[in-house]
């Protein structure tokens, strides 16, 4: 990392007691290896969330049944539920 770039620590940034040894850093491998286990922990959420949104906006749960619905397809269906509910006034 060059001397004038900062490293961002986001909320995903999922870090617990025993990650930096006592030497105070790790190995190159030790950062990919966390950094893989900290993207699957985030692509699990996100799956997750999408199922959620699947089994609650009603056209994507009607959809559900008969095909298998892209990540995409899931989101715009739910916008497209919040704006009829915000339409409607419900």
């Known amino acids: 990392m060059r001397a004038h770039e900062k490293r961002c620590v986001s909320p ?25 286990i900290i993207e699957k922990r985030r692509r699990d959420r996100i799956n997750f969330n999408l199922s959620e949104l699947r089994r609650l906006v009603p056209d994507a749960a009607q959809k559900q049944t008969s095909t298998k619905l892209e990540k995409a397809e899931i989101l715009q269906m739910t916008v497209e539920f919040l704006h009829r509910i915000h339409r409607d006034g419900k």
Request: aromatic share 4%.
């Open 12 to 36: 995903d940034d999922d870090f617990e007691d025993g990650d930096i040894g006592s030497s105070g850093g790790h190995t190159g491998l030790d950062r990919k290896r966390r950094r893989g």
